[in-house]
């Protein structure tokens, strides 16, 4: 059994999206299986509809942890995994530090059409987080860097 999408385009151009429960079933006639929906759960929009499927999951992870799930079946596949555990670390020393409040001031009312400290932000996770690899400039020992949380009075 799957959660599936199925949507439907309105007369006035709108795309409704509504979930299924659903199981694929073998059609021996066609040779082929054939899926088969148990249950309409309703609009993907509708708040309703979500706290329901949030009950079902949990109903269903209180019969077999999701280590079990994985554990069990030996096809699972990672697609993509993107770590950003350090661009909270980051995050946290942005704000703690003030970078943010700062950026902002000087920033100003100016209107530069984006948002200017997310912008810096970006530009400093990126670096932080992924430094070159062939750069002289900051090649090892010649910089020393301290980070502190303390602030200047």
């Given at each position: 059994?799957?959660?599936?999408?199925?949507?439907?385009?309105?007369?006035?151009?709108?795309?409704?999206?509504?979930?299924?429960?659903?199981?694929?079933?073998?059609?021996?006639?066609?040779?082929?299986?054939?899926?088969?929906?148990?249950?309409?759960?309703?609009?993907?929009?509708?708040?309703?509809?979500?706290?329901?499927?949030?009950?079902?999951?949990?109903?269903?992870?209180?019969?077999?942890?999701?280590?079990?799930?994985?554990?069990?079946?030996?096809?699972?596949?990672?697609?993509?995994?993107?770590?950003?555990?350090?661009?909270?670390?980051?995050?946290?020393?942005?704000?703690?530090?003030?970078?943010?409040?700062?950026?902002?001031?000087?920033?100003?009312?100016?209107?530069?059409?984006?948002d200017v400290e997310r912008a810096l932000f970006a530009l400093v996770a990126n670096r932080a987080c992924a430094p070159p690899r062939n750069s002289t400039?900051?090649?090892?020992?010649?910089?020393?860097?301290?980070?502190?949380?303390?602030?200047?009075?």
């Amino acid at each position: 059994m799957y959660l599936r999408e199925s949507k439907q385009r309105r007369a006035d151009g709108s795309v409704v999206t509504y979930l299924q429960l659903a199981e694929n079933v073998w059609d021996a006639t066609k040779g082929r299986s054939q899926a088969s929906i148990v249950h309409n759960c309703g609009r993907a929009d509708d708040p309703d509809v979500v706290e329901r499927l949030r009950r079902l999951a949990k109903s269903i992870l209180r019969r077999c942890s999701p280590e079990e799930i994985v554990g069990a079946g030996g096809d699972w596949r990672l697609i993509c995994a993107w770590p950003y555990g350090d661009v909270y670390v980051l995050e946290t020393l942005w704000k703690q530090l003030g970078i943010d409040a700062i950026v902002r001031q000087q920033a100003g009312t100016r209107h530069f059409g984006f948002d200017v400290e997310r912008a810096l932000f970006a530009l400093v996770a990126n670096r932080a987080c992924a430094p070159p690899r062939n750069s002289t400039a900051m090649s090892s020992g010649s910089r020393k860097t301290r980070i502190s949380t303390e602030r200047k009075s």
